[in-house]
C-alpha cells in the first residue's frame, strides 16, 4: 500500500508542506525586517513574524488533534523563495529600490501560502474538521491581509524608487 492513499493523508501531507513553510518563515522574517529601509516596512515584516509564529502554532494545534507529527517534510517552493528574499537583501541597490525588492519577495509569499491555505481549507471542510478549518481561515485571512498592506507599502515605495530614478537621470 502506498503511503498516501486518502484525502486525509493528502490534507497531512499539504499540511506539513505549509508547517515547514511557516517555519522556515519564522527565521526569515527578521531578515527581511532588518534589510528594509522604510521603518513602516520593517515593522510590517516584525508584525508579520509575530503572526507568523501563531501560524505555525495553529498548524500544531491541528497536528495535535489530529493526532499527527507536523514534522518530516521540507517545503521546497518556501526554501525557493527565501533563497529569492536574501537575493534581495544582497542586492546593491537604492534604499527604495531595495524596498520595492524585499515587497517583491515578500508578496510571492504571502501568495503561495495564500495558495496553500485555501487548498488545505477546503480538504479539512471535505472531512469535516470544523474546527481546523476555522484556523485554516484565520490564518488565510491574515495572509491576506498581509498581502494588501505589501501592495499599499508597495504602491509608496516604488514611487520612491521611480524618483530616484529621475534623480539619477537628471545628474547624468
Ligand atoms: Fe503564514
Ligand atoms: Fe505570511
Known amino acids: 500500500m502506498s503511503k498516501i492513499n486518502t484525502l486525509r493523508d493528502v490534507y497531512i501531507e499539504q499540511l506539513k508542506d505549509l508547517y515547514s513553510a ?17 521603518p513602516e516596512l520593517a515593522r510590517g515584516f516584525e508584525d508579520h513574524l509575530e503572526q507568523t509564529k501563531g501560524h505555525a ?14 514534522t518530516g517534510k521540507k517545503c521546497k ?3 525557493g523563495l527565501i533563497k529569492e528574499g ?22 510571492r509569499v504571502e501568495h503561495y501560502e495564500i495558495a496553500g491555505y485555501g487548498t488545505v481549507k477546503t480538504y ?8 481546523a478549518a476555522k484556523l485554516l481561515e484565520q490564518t488565510l485571512q491574515e495572509e491576506v ?4 498592506k ?6 509608496s ?16
Not at 124 to 131: D, P, R, S, V
Not at 150 to 155: D, I, K, R, S, W
Open 150 to 155: 505589501l501592495t499599499q507599502a508597495a504602491e
Open 22 to 38: 511557516e517555519t522556515q518563515l519564522v527565521k526569515a522574517l527578521p531578515k527581511l525586517a532588518k534589510a528594509a529601509t522604510s
Open 86 to 107: 536574501a537575493e534581495a537583501i544582497a542586492e546593491k541597490a537604492s534604499p527604495a529600490a531595495k524596498d520595492a525588492l524585499l515587497i517583491a519577495a515578500a508578496q
Open 57 to 70: 502554532e495553529r498548524l500544531e494545534q491541528i497536528f495535535d488533534k489530529l493526532d499527527e507529527e507536523p
Open 77 to 79: 517552493a518556501m526554501e
Open 145 to 148: 491581509a498581509t498581502d494588501k
Open 124 to 131: 479539512a471542510n471535505l472531512l469535516g474538521e470544523k474546527e
Open 157 to 172: 515605495i516604488n514611487v520612491e524608487a521611480q524618483d530616484q530614478e529621475e534623480a539619477v537621470s537628471h545628474r547624468r
